[in-house]
């Protein structure tokens, strides 16, 4: 029983290892810029060929040079809202390839 239950747990994390990495694949940077420069270019500068955002959020390209830049937080912060932000929900998939585009960036 003891023995089940462990190859049990081990196959549950290879299973997520590996839905990981599909996500991590399946984001399309190209995909996440069309979306950025539809609902996040009022504020943010997205694009370095953009002239001007409208208020104080940092730009992409910041962010993305951040020492502590990380695609996964950035993609997990993207699920919800932030405050001042319009009421918006990213999917996952979204999510992922605005967090892939902004990495792009760097
Ligand atoms: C209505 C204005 C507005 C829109 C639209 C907007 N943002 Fe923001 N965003 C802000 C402001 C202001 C901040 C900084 C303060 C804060 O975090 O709330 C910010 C912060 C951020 C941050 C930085 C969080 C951190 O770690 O400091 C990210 C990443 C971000 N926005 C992504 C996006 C993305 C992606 C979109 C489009 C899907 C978007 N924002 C649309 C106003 C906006």
């Given at each position: 029983?003891?023995?089940?239950?462990?190859?049990?747990?081990?196959?549950?994390?290879?299973?997520?290892?590996?839905?990981a990495?599909?996500?991590?694949?399946?984001a399309d940077?190209?995909?996440?810029?069309?979306?950025?420069?539809?609902?996040?270019?009022?504020?943010?500068?997205?694009?370095?060929?953009?002239?001007?955002?409208?208020?104080?959020?940092?730009?992409?390209?910041?962010?993305?040079?951040?020492?502590d830049?990380?695609?996964?937080?950035?993609?997990?912060?993207?699920?919800?809202?932030?405050?001042?932000?319009?009421?918006?929900?990213?999917?996952?998939?979204?999510?992922?390839?605005?967090?892939?585009?902004?990495a792009?960036?760097k």
């Amino acid at each position: 029983m003891r023995n089940h239950l462990l190859r049990i747990g081990r196959y549950h994390l290879i299973l997520t290892a590996s839905l990981a990495a599909t996500s991590c694949l399946a984001a399309d940077p190209d995909q996440g810029e069309t979306l950025a420069r539809r609902w996040c270019a009022d504020c943010h500068l997205v694009a370095t060929d953009q002239k001007a955002a409208t208020t104080d959020a940092p730009p992409f390209a910041a962010i993305a040079r951040r020492p502590d830049f990380d695609l996964a937080k950035i993609e997990f912060f993207l699920r919800d809202p932030h405050p001042k932000m319009p009421n918006m929900t990213l999917g996952r998939a979204e999510s992922a390839d605005i967090a892939a585009y902004i990495a792009t960036l760097k």
